[in-house]
């Protein structure tokens, strides 16, 4: 019997909405899924959220509920964006679930039985002010081997250096911006360094994976691989090490164990135990997909987990590049971060699964997002290369043979079939590759060939020739029928609605691979209907670049201490209280006020802001003022009945949601020109307000920085 295959995506995080990033890989998996069972595999495609760790935890206190409250509203909107975008899972589960509880727990044994797990005291960065140990990404300060600043506490972003949060140079908290100590902690680790010749051994034999990937891969390995810590001090929203009460499994184990829980949920709950996980997990062909951001993690990582604990490995890991969008890295600062939903809003999702695959293959090179040339390859390729010579041969049928198919004459067609079915045999190819860019070629071919076909022939000038030539009109007819009948399995993969309605219209049953060929004859069409239309520039002006106003988390902040910096005359260091936590901020000030005028105050703060230090002080996050600069008078903005916490925003201009805010630098601020007209601050002419309130300044006009 052949092997039942379990296809996967790498699995969103519960923090934040899906977003056009995520969209290139669920695309990417559906496309293979859906290929994979229209010739006749047995193949799932299971998923979950992400929903364990610090951020989690963090943003459920900011909105003031339980984690699995936040994890429970963010699963219900990451299925709706991906079922809207016709992405079809046989399981979407969540990693915060019994089934992943309970892998976890059986693959942690698992391992410990074979002495690979080990305890070790470490030294970790602890914040006093928040009362909590800080992981990787809550610790920020200077790469410890090339000194950039502002790098997170595992890797740095310019020289891919891997180090831990206590090799930090001048570290600080990236939650309220003060300096970590260092506590010591009982951990739990793997041992990683003690697979690397089961690991290499894996990576040489699997002729599969992408050959970039593996010699960055088989790299490591030669550098040698350090254990990894698998541990979490609480508080922290995960699971409990077995017989620990304050210690967690680091959300990076049991993220990927989901992938089995998920298959688990679909044998016993969708399937009602009528299969069983071990047919996919020990028994069956595994896929992965995902990006190359978190490869460590999936072919180091992953597979030393798997094959030590009796799990097959991964018959292939399929490794996509990043998404810019004109051009550009996403960012919600330069306004290039869309979700799904604001791609939704605007456009039909069959335009983005089309564009996505003509330019998805099998290698790391980052896709880019241009919205005009979105606009005209479905105009040019998909409307008018399928989509037309679809509508424009059935409607002829329709119109002029009481939608009536007839036979025709094979052996005339058969140089056309003949290369037809070689192009078939080379797209089916293309898709196990998962070179979807080359199968959308081929398929383009195919519908050139079609309309080469029908416009050379010219069946509607037969109809004038008579009765021999409107026989000769209606073979020429019923053979470009079933070209269009092959576009559609050909593109059921990338456009499921696209070809259900092709297939509506020619009034056949659901097709599957083995249904290709040119067998449709001597039957009835239904109606013939536009299968796709036309982008119209109006609509891409609506996903242009967003307001830079947006970008900003500006909230209500109440000074409660005030001091001058002892290293600065023109600084002041304040402790603020921002409604979900306090922190510090560092303000040139000195000059305009004295540090107990500004106790009690309300201010307006930007949050998002990148922290940075000045002159040995972390300030996380910036307060605004108005300025003079001729006269040299800076007065800060106030909101003065506002509580701390209060969002800032301005009429007409939508925010991001809590959790779709990131950092913004310095720069990013200073392309938003607020002013203050007449003791009021204000945007593009609309007052600043928090609340129903307006954001006033003791100056009458000025610019805000």
């Known amino acids: 019997m052949p092997k039942k295959i379990v296809i996967t995506a790498a699995l969103p995080y519960a923090n934040g909405p899906i977003h056009m990033g995520h969209m290139v890989e669920y695309i990417e998996t559906d496309i293979f899924a859906r290929f994979m069972k229209l010739i006749g595999e047995h193949a799932i495609f299971c998923c979950a959220d992400d929903t364990h760790g610090t951020p989690i935890e963090i943003a459920a206190m900011k909105k ?31 990693t915060n679930s019994k089934e992943n509880k309970f892998f976890s727990d059986f693959i942690f044994n698992e391992l410990d039985k074979k002495k690979l797990i080990y305890q070790k005291e470490v030294e970790l960065t602890y914040c006093e002010r928040c009362r909590r140990f800080l992981p990787d990404r809550y610790v920020k300060g200077k790469c410890p081997k090339c000194g950039a600043d502002d790098q997170y506490g595992d890797v740095c972003e310019r020289c891919n250096a891997a180090y831990s949060t206590v090799d930090l140079v001048e570290p600080f908290c990236a939650i309220c911006g003060g300096t970590p100590a260092k506590r010591k902690s009982t951990h739990y680790f793997f041992k990683l360094s003690q697979c690397a010749d089961q690991l290499k051994s894996w990576l040489d034999k699997n002729k599969n994976l992408q050959q970039e990937v593996k010699n960055y891969v088989l790299n490591w ?109 996403m960012s919600k600062s330069r306004g290039t971060f869309f979700t799904a939903r604001d791609y939704l809003n605007v456009l039909d999702p069959q335009y983005l699964r089309f564009y996505y695959a003509a330019n998805l293959s099998k290698t790391m090179s980052d896709i880019n997002l241009d919205f005009n040339d979105l606009k005209n390859r479905t105009n040019n390729e998909l409307v008018a290369d399928l989509g037309n010579f679809a509508y424009r041969v059935l409607s002829f049928i329709n119109k002029n043979f009481d939608s009536k198919l007839s036979d025709f004459d094979e052996k005339e067609a058969k140089p056309i079939m003949d290369d037809l079915k070689g192009k078939f045999e080379a797209i089916k190819n293309a898709y196990l590759r998962c070179n979807f860019r080359e199968a959308v070629k081929l398929i383009l071919e195919v519908g050139s060939i079609g309309n080469k076909h029908f416009q050379e022939n010219k069946p509607w000038e037969m109809m004038k020739a008579g009765k021999e030539s409107e026989k000769k009109a209606m073979q020429v007819s019923t053979f470009c029928a079933n070209i269009a009948k092959n576009i559609s399995i050909l593109m059921k993969p990338i456009l499921p609605q696209f070809s259900a309605e092709l297939e509506k219209q020619l009034g056949i049953g659901e097709q599957i691979w083995e249904d290709l060929g040119f067998g449709l004859k001597d039957c009835r069409i239904n109606e013939a209907k536009i299968l796709i239309r036309k982008i119209e520039q109006e609509d891409i002006d609506k996903l242009s670049v967003k307001d830079a106003f947006s970008m900003l988390d500006l909230r209500v902040a109440k000074v409660l201490e005030a001091k001058e910096h002892p290293n600065s005359d023109k600084l002041l260091i304040l402790q603020i209280d921002v409604g979900s936590d306090r922190r510090q901020l560092v303000a040139g000030l000195k000059q305009h006020y004295k540090p107990e005028e500004l106790v009690g105050k309300k201010i307006v703060i930007i949050k998002n802001l990148k922290p940075a230090k000045l002159r040995g002080e972390v300030s996380a996050g910036m307060l605004l003022a108005g300025g003079d600069e001729k006269a040299d008078i800076h007065r800060i903005l106030e909101a003065k009945d506002a509580k701390p916490g209060t969002r800032v925003a301005v009429d007409g201009i939508s925010s991001l949601p809590d959790e779709g805010i990131t950092e913004i630098r310095l720069e990013d601020f200073l392309n938003v020109k607020i002013e203050v007209n007449e003791g009021k601050a204000v945007y593009k002419g609309q007052a600043l307000k928090a609340g129903k309130d307006d954001i006033t300044c003791a100056l009458d006009r000025g610019n805000v920085r």
């Not at 994890?71 to 991906?82: P, T």
């Not at 090490?241 to 016993?268: F, H, M, Q």
């Not at 190359?292 to 993690?297: A, E, L, P, T």
């Open 64 to 94: 003031g509920v339980l984690p699995e409250e936040l994890i429970s509203v963010m699963h219900k909107e990451h299925l709706r964006d991906f079922m809207d975008f016709q992405i079809r899972f046989d399981s979407y589960h969540s």
């Open 221 to 329: 390995i030669k550098e040698g691989l350090k254990d990894w810590d698998i541990t979490r001090d609480g508080p922290y929203f995960g699971f409990n090490i077995p017989g620990e009460k304050d210690k967690y499994y680091y959300v990076w184990l049991d993220a990927p164990v989901g992938y089995i829980a998920s298959t688990e949920n679909y044998c016993r709950n969708i399937m009602k135990g009528k299969e069983r996980y071990e047919e996919y997990w020990k028994e069956g062909r595994i896929f992965h997909f995902m990006g190359k951001d978190i490869i460590y993690f999936h072919f180091l990582f992953w597979p030393a987990m798997l094959m030590n604990s009796g799990f097959a490995l991964p018959e292939d890991i399929i490794v996509h590049g990043y998404l810019t969008v004109n051009g550009e890295k």
